[in-house]
T-cell receptor, first 113, second 114 residues
Framework: DAGVIQSPRHEVTEMGQEVTLRCKPI?????LFWYRQTMMRGLELLIY????????DSGMPEDRFSAKMPNASFSTLKIQPSEPRDSAVYFC???????????FGPGTRLTVT | DAKTTQPTSMDCAEGRAANLPCNHS???????VYWYRQIHSQGPQYIIH???NNETNEMASLIITEDRKSSTLILPHATLRDTAVYYC???????????????FGPGTSLSVIP
């Protein structure tokens, strides 16, 4: 398996623009997680899905952030409008319900100018 | 989930064993101890987990004290590639989706020195 796939790997955008980050979980995994990592706040859980249903989105910073999982093999995290403080590395992770450990993707480094 | 405390940073000589401690004094009886690591610019990587017995796999060993209030991750022969941030996490491992919320603390930054 190719592991968790994220795209793009790097994104540079201007403040106010819409940003969409994409994730393909490992085939057969039924839980998906979005994290954000910054030097100041470390690794924060934003939202997680189980069987394509959002279970906990309490970590989503504000209404500018939204996440969807239309099917078991794809998820998006959207920021609209983006702000400089959204600059961070965004990780997607997935797991199988039987084994419980999470497998992380390589991350998307977002820079908002 | 119970809170964990880890040293901010540690050094280890290449080829020697790296022993990374973690304190989880408020751990509950049904909570497991998990270890992940994050090499610079990569996503976190699962290492090992355990409940109360010591565990070993191809990457590391996990030693959990009898009272389960602390644990130690052991990298038996540290290499330069083991330089990373190591996270100790405690969480319930069950079928309930509400237990999936994993909280990563600041971790321990391990530097393996040639």
């Amino acid at each position: 398996d190719a592991g968790v796939i994220q795209s793009p790997r790097h994104e540079v955008t201007e403040m106010g623009q819409e940003v969409t980050l994409r994730c393909k979980p490992i085939s057969g995994h039924n839980s998906l997680f979005w994290y954000r990592q910054t030097m100041m706040r470390g690794l924060e859980l934003l939202i997680y899905f189980n069987n394509n249903v959002p279970i906990d989105d309490s970590g989503m910073p504000e209404d500018r952030f939204s996440a969807k999982m239309p099917n078991a093999s794809f998820s998006t995290l959207k920021i609209q409008p983006s702000e400089p403080r959204d600059s961070a590395v965004y990780f997607c992770a997935s797991r199988d319900s039987f084994y419980y450990e999470q497998y992380f993707g390589p991350g998307t480094r977002l820079t908002v100018t | 989930d119970a809170k964990t405390t880890q040293p901010t940073s540690m050094d280890c000589a290449e080829g020697r064993a790296a022993n990374l401690p973690c304190n989880h004094s408020t751990i509950s009886g049904n909570e497991y101890v998990y270890w992940y690591r994050q090499i610079h610019s990569q996503g976190p990587q699962y290492i090992i987990h355990g409940l109360k017995n010591n565990e070993t796999n191809e990457m590391a060993s996990l030693i959990i004290t009898e009272d389960r209030k602390s644990s130690t991750l052991i990298l038996p022969h540290a290499t330069l590639r083991d330089t990373a941030v190591y996270y100790c996490i405690v969480r319930v491992a069950g079928g309930e989706t509400s237990y999936d919320k994993v909280i990563f603390g600041p971790g321990t930054s391990l530097s393996v020195i040639p």
